[in-house]
């Protein structure tokens, strides 16, 4: 079966596919920034509507439009068309568990960055944008229905995580790769770098290239999509789950605040976290994978 990684998979160079998918990227972000002006995002349902058009048109129309012109089987080269298996989807699960407190610990580092005297005006900045956006997402995952819950998963698990895997994983990631004359490793960490950029939020941005790398390399092992896209949408559900437990009253502690206080039990927590994550990692990808990212 054709993937990303034949030599003959695109109708068109690597650098002209790229150059057409910013173009149709830039486009779709005009008319959703147009959308969701007229939707507005006052209350939780407004927020809804608003993130249901941001990850259709920012998100899926791009790669949608570009891959129907540039690839000769859009399935194939965006990973979607290829299975995963169940022992794969196991393995995804225990991964992302164990690297709970190893990611709390670095996402508490990159949160506490601040920056030279000089430079305080910039810190500034970005910790009002930080706060902004975490107040949408707060908002978005406000309420504590069953409803609630269920819209949660529904859009800022399943369909962001789908979203933002077919663009960055199944669109962006493969004709990166083959702009880089096959160097998977390199166009899986720029992609990742994108990924985390694309989201201004430098106080979060070591975690999410860290997180990003981890997808890109899941669709790498595994040739399929549907791996990432698992992968991510597990890892919003989590947040919107642990959230809406806070909510109801239910849970009698942030699971965000495993291995992160710096405390000698949570500091073994995260470095036992790492250890095992890593060594998790290592047997999926000689093991468990179906495909070699290769020597590049």
Request: charged share 10%; glycine share 10%; aromatic share 12%.
């Amino acid at each position: 079966m054709k993937n990303q990684y034949t030599a003959d998979a695109l109708r068109v160079s690597p650098g002209k596919s790229i150059f057409l998918f910013l173009c149709w990227w830039i486009l779709s972000t005009v008319l959703a920034s147009v959308i969701i002006g007229y939707i507005g995002t006052t209350t939780i349902g407004r927020m809804r509507w608003a993130t249901l058009v941001q990850d259709i048109f920012m998100f899926i129309m791009p790669v949608v439009l570009t891959m129907l012109i540039v690839a000769r089987q859009p399935m194939a080269f965006t990973g979607l068309g290829n299975r995963v298996t169940s022992r794969q989807v196991l393995w995804v699960i225990l991964i992302s568990i164990l690297a709970i407190p190893a990611m709390n610990c670095l996402v508490a580092w990159n949160e506490n960055i601040h920056f030279p005297q000089s430079m305080a005006g910039l810190e500034s900045v970005l910790r009002g944008s930080e706060e902004r956006a975490r107040g949408f997402v707060d908002m978005l995952m406000g309420g504590d229905s069953v409803t609630d819950l269920l819209l949660g998963i529904l859009i800022m698990g399943v369909l962001t995580g789908f979203a933002e895997e077919l663009f960055f994983r199944g669109g962006l990631q493969p004709l990166l790769c083959k702009f880089m004359h096959d160097n998977h490793h390199a166009a899986i960490w720029a992609t990742a770098v994108i990924f985390s950029a694309v989201h201004l939020q430098f106080f979060g941005f070591f975690p999410r290239v860290l997180m990003g790398a981890f997808f890109g390399y899941l669709f790498c092992w595994s040739g399929s999509l549907r791996l990432s896209v698992f992968a991510h949408a597990l890892n919003n559900s989590l947040v919107v789950i642990n959230f809406w437990l806070m909510n109801k009253g239910i849970a009698g502690g942030d699971i965000n605040t495993l291995g992160s206080q710096g405390s000698t039990v949570h500091i073994i927590l995260a470095v036992a976290s790492a250890v095992a994550t890593g060594a998790a990692l290592y047997y999926f990808a000689t093991k468990i994978s179906q495909t070699s990212c290769g020597g590049k």
